[in-house]
């Protein structure tokens, strides 16, 4: 018989501000849910940490939405699903509760890729610290063994977006500058996957300057339509998702900046409230 408490909220996690595009467009795809949004601005950007210290950073904040009662977190971040994921899934999730789930943005991705690449030949744009990682790579050649893959590191691609310059002149010279590097490794690349949830608002320069034919793959579509899929598979789980069409949003920054920088991302007005994870580690 399931307890009273059984139920709770679909936890979101961010560094930044970027995975409210992914937010986003799961609600859409599954409006009826609860839903809670965590983003680690003050700490943010995650991309040029360490693994240890995006590990850490990461536990922090799934553990802190576990208290919140969610039973079910997903890592809307790159850079925490390459360096912290398969760490809390395999090492964590046995130790501090068995029945509860992580899952990245990472895994969703790449399985789409396979749809939509003709000749194998795949880019990878994300942040520095996600394409160190390598973890695009592995999760493409464990599934698509033929497959070769070609990372970018785009340093100022998430800044840009968050100076409100992702459709100024700025932008224009760094996104160019980016795929053409990108571009100039393999002529071939006909799949980029945007490795990053702020890259989507800058999908117009990204489109404008993308050699033509090459199919360009955004994570949040993707990403709504795995987890649709995953609580289809996994009713056990899909009834301990608190139903009722609520959004909140928590911050590590001032509730006020993030209001202001959210507003970007979801096209909305929202109210935020903040929290230190340091101090509420459980």
């Not at 709770?8 to 799961?26: A, H, R």
């Not at 996104?175 to 996957?193: A, Q, S």
């Not at 989507?200 to 990403?223: A, D, H, S, T, Y």
Request: proline share 5%; with cysteine.
């Amino acid at each position: 018989m399931k307890e009273i408490n059984d139920i709770g909220p679909i936890g979101v996690f961010d560094s930044g501000y970027g995975g409210l595009t992914i937010l986003k467009e799961i609600r859409k795809k599954l409006p009826e849910y609860d839903y809670l949004y965590l983003g680690d601005n003050a700490r943010a950007p995650y991309g040029s940490r360490s693994f240890d210290v995006v590990y850490e950073f990461t536990l922090e904040a799934v553990k802190y939405l576990f208290s919140k009662g969610c039973r079910l977190v997903i890592l809307a971040c790159n850079t925490a699903s390459a360096k912290a994921l398969r760490t809390i899934q395999q090492n964590d999730l046995p130790i501090i509760d068995p029945t509860r789930r992580v899952l990245g943005v990472i895994r969703p991705t790449v399985e789409k890729v396979g749809e939509i690449s003709k000749n194998g030949n795949i880019g990878v744009v994300g942040t520095p610290g996600t394409i160190q990682s390598k973890s695009y790579d592995i999760e493409i050649n464990k599934l698509y063994p033929d497959f070769h893959v070609y990372g970018h590191g785009c340093k100022l691609w998430a800044a840009l977006v968050e100076s409100h310059e992702a459709e100024g002149d700025g932008a224009d010279y760094f996104v160019r500058k980016d795929i053409n590097e990108l571009m100039n490794m393999c002529p071939e690349i006909d799949t980029v996957i945007l490795g990053c949830t702020h890259y989507p608002l800058l999908i117009n320069k990204i489109n404008e300057f993308m050699p033509k034919g090459v199919r360009v793959v955004l994570q949040g579509n993707i990403v709504a339509d795995s987890l649709t899929d995953y609580l289809k598979r996994h009713p056990e789980m899909e009834k301990r998702c608190e139903k009722g069409g609520n959004c909140s949003f928590l911050t590590t920054e001032s509730p006020e900046k993030f209001k202001e920088l959210a507003s970007v991302f979801l096209g909305d007005d929202i109210s935020a409230k903040h929290i230190d994870l340091a101090k509420n580690e459980q």
